[in-house]
């Protein structure tokens, strides 16, 4: 059974650092492209950042810079290290291992089942 779950969001004021984490279960984990998305309020849910099995990240525009995802595949972890932060950030962070073919198989995507970070003064 696959799980994924997401820790170290809160309350933050503007300008502060938040790390989440996504620890992951039921999965080869070394083998996914992991990623971390939010949703605000209101609005649909976007794409934050990526890192592939072999390191290899991408960014939304609006965290270039301040935002970095990283992962620990002894861990089967994977980070997210929030810098600068904006109130804009506000939102419900999730977790997600994308779906893939390995071996033949298509595995699909999962979600983790997110975690608050606001950012506020």
């Known amino acids: 059974q696959v799980q994924l779950v997401e820790s170290g969001g809160g309350l933050v004021q503007p300008g502060g650092s938040l790390r989440l984490s996504c620890a992951a279960s039921?999965?080869?984990?070394?083998?996914?492209?992991m990623g971390w998305y939010r949703q605000a309020p209101g609005k649909q849910r976007e794409l934050v950042a990526t890192?592939?099995?072999?390191?290899?990240?991408n960014y939304a525009d609006s965290v270039k810079g301040r935002f970095t995802i990283s992962r620990d595949n002894a861990k089967n972890t994977v980070y997210l290290q929030m810098n600068s932060l904006k109130p804009e950030d506000t939102a419900v962070y999730y977790c997600?291992?994308?779906?893939?073919?390995?071996?033949?198989?298509?595995?699909?995507?999962?979600w983790g089942q997110g975690t608050q970070v606001t950012v506020s003064s």
């Open positions: 039921g999965i080869i984990f070394s083998i996914y492209t």
């Open positions: 997600k291992q994308e779906g893939r073919v390995y071996m033949a198989v298509y595995h699909p995507a999962y």
């Open positions: 890192i592939t099995s072999g390191g290899t990240t």
